[in-house]
């Protein structure tokens, strides 16, 4: 949380502020806090009625289903795609290996992104090719 915050959320920090400005700044301040505070309501009142209004589309499709005869949780399982915003993203297949080399007297890949691996970084630091490496 930033300083300006925490100032605002405490009484006393906010006291201790405002004692600083002139009683002209303190009104100016109040009106445009006052602004802001009449658009952001405005904006929250929209955003609530739109979502009573979609809960009560909601309610009234369900029950028309109901009439038709159709359960509502068979549309769930039919071949419309919704959206799923909170589910993770499948991970991407793992990348297959690049590169053969010995280690400590094991033989281990490696796929050519990330860091290179010592036992191979020393080795074209010694004058080998990355090349003598390729699968």
């Known amino acids: 949380m930033n300083d300006f915050l925490k100032t605002l959320l405490n009484i006393r920090s906010l006291r201790a502020v405002l004692r600083e400005l002139s009683f002209e700044q303190l009104v100016e301040v109040k009106e445009k806090f006052e602004e802001v505070f009449f658009e952001r309501e405005q904006q929250e009142t929209k955003i609530r009625q739109e979502s009573a209004e979609r809960q009560q589309k909601l309610v009234q499709f369900t029950e028309m289903l109901r009439d038709a005869g159709i359960d509502?949780?068979?549309?769930?399982?039919?071949?419309i795609t919704v959206k799923n915003e909170g589910a993770e993203k499948p991970k991407r297949a793992p990348r297959p290996a690049k590169y053969r080399y010995?280690?400590?007297?094991?033989e281990k890949s490696w796929t050519g992104q990330g860091r290179m691996p010592k036992a191979i970084a020393e080795a074209v630091a010694s004058g080998r090719a990355l090349e003598e490496f390729l699968i």
């Open 72 to 79: 509502p949780s068979e549309l769930v399982g039919s071949s």
């Open 102 to 106: 010995t280690e400590n007297g094991q």
